[in-house]
């Protein structure tokens, strides 16, 4: 089992930025998963946006993030990170943090979501 619970959401300003956090916890080894960091704006499905491999710091994000966004994870304190730079107002959304293990394509685990929202 894998406990997630994020925070740093908040209300900020176009061109500002957050930094979201994810604490992850549970009886595991933090090496055999992929931890990603997903979000749904209100009226909208659920999208994809960065993950990290836990052990070997592979990354991806989404198109609409690159440039702007970068995940990170300090393992050490079990904690996954996303710094969001150059915020939009079309980023505004509930924000979750996931895991899976390498060997599976679905994430199982997902923290409780923290919201950001981006005023114009």
């Known amino acids: 089992q894998v406990q997630l619970v994020e925070s740093g959401g908040g209300l900020v300003q176009a061109g500002g930025s957050l930094r979201l956090s994810c604490a992850a916890s549970g009886r595991t080894t933090f090496s055999r998963h992929c931890m990603g960091w997903f979000r749904q704006a209100p009226g909208k499905e659920r999208e994809f946006v960065a993950s990290?491999?836990?052990?070997?710091?592979?990354?991806y994000y989404a198109d609409s993030v690159k440039g702007r966004f970068t995940i990170s994870r300090d393992n050490a304190k079990n904690t996954v990170y996303l710094q969001m730079n150059s915020l939009k107002p079309e980023d505004t959304a509930v924000y979750y943090c996931?895991?899976?293990?390498?060997?599976?394509?679905?994430?199982?685990?997902w923290g409780q979501g923290t919201q950001v929202t981006v005023s114009s």
């Open positions: 996931a895991a899976r293990l390498l060997t599976t394509a679905e994430y199982n685990y």
């Open positions: 990290i491999g836990w052990n070997d710091g592979r990354r």
